[in-house]
């Protein structure tokens, strides 16, 4: 079956506490992300991958990094946590055409709080 | 000004009846028109992929896009309480340093209530 595989799905935190979302695809997709859902502020692009060992921030990188050393794989790392990074984490991944990206498939989201 | 504009709602409807659910953009140059679902605590699952003005229908569900009024709708026939969930609107524009990134709505919390 096609589908983004995120871990944990949920998980609580200290502040400081290094930590690691996994993420990995199926699907041979060149392009992957991460985004963050708050209410009221909808999703929010954490950082995007175009392809192996190619990365960049999206609109709300601080606090976070992310590698792509093989394609499948999209890990994010929160190397000090803090309470404001609490939220709703989504990975997604989508193949690329001539430049031009299709749907996103998205995993089922990592519930994250930091105390 | 946002990029994409989308009203949250919420919209409660009967079953049966006909939802509109609609996002306005700003960039001329957006293209490719996207529609997600997403059910509480589940990741978005696209819904529709439209490229250009037109019509697009895939079951009870049709997308439409305006690029002239730079307006794009989905419209749900019969609705059924399944159908409860937020749609987000979504369309491939560019970002810092020139690369594709998708732009989104906020969603509109839609309930069909039986």
């Known amino acids: 079956e096609a589908q983004v595989t995120q871990n944990p799905r949920y998980l609580i935190t200290v502040t400081g506490k290094k930590l690691t979302v996994t993420c990995s695809q199926n699907?041979?997709?060149?392009?992957m992300s991460w985004y963050r859902q708050d209410p009221g502020l909808g999703l929010r692009q954490i950082y995007y991958?175009?392809?192996?060992?190619?990365?960049d921030k999206g609109d709300v990188p601080e606090g976070y990094k992310v590698s792509r050393k093989e394609k499948r794989n999209f890990p994010l790392i929160l190397e000090s946590p803090s309470p404001n990074q609490t939220s709703l984490y989504f990975c997604?991944?989508?193949?690329?055409?001539?430049?031009?990206?299709?749907?996103?498939?998205f995993g089922s989201g990592t519930r994250l709080t930091v105390v | 000004q946002k990029e994409v504009e989308q009203d949250p709602g919420p919209l409660s409807v009967p079953e049966g009846a006909i939802v509109s659910l609609n996002c306005t953009y700003s960039?001329?140059?957006?293209?490719?028109f996207m529609w997600y679902r997403q059910y509480s605590r589940k990741g978005p699952e696209l819904l529709m992929y439209?490229?250009s003005s037109g019509n697009k229908e895939d079951g009870r569900f049709t997308a439409q896009v305006d690029k002239s009024s730079k307006y794009i709708s989905l419209f749900i026939r019969d609705s059924q309480p399944s159908d409860s969930a937020t749609y987000l609107c979504?369309?491939?524009?560019?970002?810092?340093?020139?690369?594709?990134?998708?732009?989104w709505g906020l969603g509109t919390s839609l309930a069909v209530n039986p």
């Open positions: 997604a991944s989508t193949t690329m055409f001539r430049g031009q990206g299709y749907g996103y498939t």
């Open positions: 979504a369309m491939w524009g560019r970002g810092a340093g020139n690369n594709r990134k998708l732009i």
């Open positions: 960039n001329s140059a957006f293209q490719y």
């Open positions: 991958s175009m392809n192996v060992e190619v990365t």
């Open positions: 439209t490229y």
């Open positions: 699907m041979n997709h060149e392009y």
